[in-house]
């Protein structure tokens, strides 16, 4: 069992900036492909950027050039640093991590809260 729990989100001014962190524990968190996703009101959820357990990484083509995900083994984090950001931005935010090997091994965090508004 792997518990993440997501910290970082709040209210910015379209054009700002937040970091999210995504901290986790109860499994061995370099063998876990970890996203980064959102979900906004009455919308599905949809992946934002993810990074493999060898350090590749995807991003969503509405946050490319924007938005940057890496991770720190050594601390079993996992961060989205998210710049320029837009109303469009707004949604719960959710950290993923899926077992490298066995894709049924596959948690989230509770999520967090991002608004872009002035």
């Known amino acids: 069992q792997v518990q993440l729990v997501e910290s970082g989100g709040g209210l910015v001014q379209p054009g700002g900036s937040l970091r999210l962190s995504c901290i986790t524990s109860g499994s061995i968190f370099s063998l876990y492909h970890m996203g980064w996703y959102r979900q906004a009101p009455g919308k599905q959820r949809e992946l934002v950027a993810s990074i493999t357990s060898g350090g590749s990484t995807n991003y969503a083509d509405s946050v490319k050039d924007r938005f940057t995900i890496s991770r720190d083994n050594a601390k079993s984090t996992v961060d989205l640093q998210m710049n320029s950001l837009k109303p469009e931005d707004t949604a719960v935010y959710y950290c993923?991590?899926?077992?490298?090997?066995?894709?049924?091994?596959?948690?989230w965090g509770q999520g967090t809260q991002v608004t872009v508004s002035s």
């Open positions: 993923n991590a899926k077992h490298r090997f066995n894709s049924g091994r596959n948690y």
